[in-house]
């Protein structure tokens, strides 16, 4: 029972089975139990479920556990539509047992708590929203890195292991790539596959000759990009479009005015707010991985108000070119945030606005934080699901300076 264990005192083990209650979801797709004076974080169960968990992993700081059968599920739990879904199997999904709708409400659980823990703000209601026409979570994903094990078949990590479980499809993924697990891959170790706009697939194994140089077309708002398997896309079909959108509604960036786009990738969102601010501004896009920044030339080189800098975006903003007038940044770091000293630099420079897209709410919260104390304070933000049955989501948060809350609405 789970009161029972909640109060033995006993060391927790490996292995060992206990019934708990679930509470609530913590950052990063687990939820809280407690059980032998531990916290436990539990992979597969939902919270308020009453669930027997088996124990994976017993560290100083950390407990992790398996739902491993529900005794009293929650309304909100569905049999996984991924046959590799589940304790101890594929890695990737998260919450595929559980309802869309209520995913996306855990996800919005998450970063009302990560903002509230980091950032210090409470009630801020920000939603976490599908991508238009997403209805069940499922075939989303334009780009996938499969694992290879060693008989050549494609599948996934498990959970915080290097043991790949082959598949036979997988769900998330948009059909065209379906063919990368009914094939044999063997002698190389890593396949990168992507499906464009056009259903044209293309696949590139490790170790082999055409594993780079092979690019899809991706379109965006009428524009069309041709992308580099290495380069960085947004992986969900609907996600580039929905949060270029979301960009362009939160920066508001008008004819004339200088934008700079930082960690601009093959320069998505530096391509629709050069043609906002139009011949007469600028944008500047500073990118630090080359093959993005090679897919950005080949992709804006028709742009003359849009200069591409390929660095690192500390060092160009402490530089002279990075220390010049700007109305406007677009800051979309990696999952580790920007931190507080390109949070600081950027802040020196007085834009009148910054949009931030994350993919880590704490991450974000926590570079909010940076941001008020450096004159920035927070104006909204909009979650997106752009990663369906894994507890991953995307923001665009808004940034104004605290004397000039009213230049945005
Ligand atoms: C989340 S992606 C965003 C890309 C782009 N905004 C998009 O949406 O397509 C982050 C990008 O930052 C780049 N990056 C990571 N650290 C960087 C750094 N210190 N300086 C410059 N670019 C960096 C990565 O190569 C990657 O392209």
Not at 210 to 229: D, P
Not at 385 to 396: A, K, N, R, S, Y
């Amino acid at each position: 029972m789970p009161d029972a264990a909640a109060e033995s005192s006993a060391p927790l083990c490996v292995d060992d089975v206990l019934d708990v209650t679930i509470g609530q979801i913590a950052h990063g797709g687990h939820f809280i139990a407690h059980a032998n004076g531990r916290t436990i974080f539990v992979r597969h169960a939902i919270a308020g479920e009453l669930a027997r968990i088996k124990i994976t992993e017993v560290r100083s700081k950390i407990v992790r556990a398996d739902a491993v059968e529900i005794l009293d599920p929650s309304p909100d739990r569905v049999s996984p539509p991924c046959a590799f879904a589940g304790p101890q199997l594929c890695g990737g999904c998260d919450f595929q047992h559980i309802s869309v709708g209520r995913q996306r409400a855990l996800k919005q659980q998450v970063v009302a708590d990560a903002f509230r823990r980091h950032a210090r703000l409470v009630d801020i209601g920000i939603p976490v929203v599908p991508i238009a026409g997403d209805d069940d979570g499922l075939h989303w994903r334009t780009r996938v890195r499969w694992a290879i094990d060693r008989q050549g078949r494609a599948g996934f990590h498990a959970y915080r292991s290097s043991t790949v479980l082959p598949v036979d499809k997988c769900i998330i993924a948009t059909a065209g790539q379906g063919v990368v697990p009914t094939t044999n891959y063997l002698g190389c170790q890593e396949v990168r596959s992507a499906e464009g706009s056009d259903g044209e697939v293309v696949v590139a194994a490790t170790g082999t000759a055409r594993s780079s140089g092979q690019r899809i077309t991706q379109l965006v708002l009428g524009r069309s990009w041709q992308i580099g398997l290495a380069s960085f896309w947004q992986a969900h079909r609907g996600a580039p479009e929905t949060l270029v959108r979301a960009v362009l509604a939160a920066g508001d960036p008008r004819i004339g005015e200088t934008w700079w786009d930082l960690y601009s990738g093959v320069g998505l969102f530096s391509a629709y707010l050069a043609a906002a601010v139009g011949p007469a501004g600028a944008l500047v896009a500073v990118e630090g991985d080359s093959r993005s920044v090679r897919d950005a030339r080949r992709n804006l080189r028709q742009e003359t108000n849009i200069e591409l800098v390929e660095g690192q975006v500390g060092n160009w903003l402490g530089s002279a070119h990075g220390s010049g007038h700007v109305d406007g940044i677009v800051l979309d770091p990696p999952r580790t945030g920007a931190g507080p000293a390109i949070v600081a630099q950027i802040a020196a420079r007085k834009p009148r606005v910054v949009v931030y897209v994350a993919c880590d709410p704490v991450a974000l919260a926590r570079d909010v934080e940076a941001f008020a104390t450096n004159g920035y304070r927070f104006a909204g933000a909009t979650g997106f699901d752009t990663f369906p049955m894994t507890h991953h989501v995307e923001l665009v948060a808004t940034l104004v300076p605290i004397d000039a809350a009213d230049q945005i609405s």
